[in-house]
């Protein structure tokens, strides 16, 4: 949909890994239809909802340690 802001989406959901984000788009997917039991396009206000429903399944120390075992792999190798 028009309103959809990738960009303000990307940074809201820092730290999700893909099947996360797959989630949400589902999750948007489903309330949108759930609102009037038929298709209709997936708006910003879906995405907000669906982000209360759908967390990150890494934390940020996660994401903090495979940063740097890709550098120290990326030390070793070069």
């Not at 028009?2 to 489903?30: F, K, P, Q, S």
């Not at 038929?38 to 340690?65: C, G, N, W």
């Amino acid at each position: 949909a028009d309103n959809v802001d990738l960009e303000h989406l990307a940074t809201i959901t820092e730290g999700y890994t893909g099947a996360d984000l797959e989630a949400v788009c589902r999750e948007a997917a489903m309330i949108a239809l759930r609102e009037e039991l038929k298709p209709k396009p997936v708006r910003m206000e879906h995405f907000l909802k669906a982000l209360k429903y759908v967390q990150p399944s890494l934390t940020k120390e996660d994401i903090e340690r495979y940063e740097r075992l890709a550098k120290e792999l990326k030390r070793m190798i070069l």
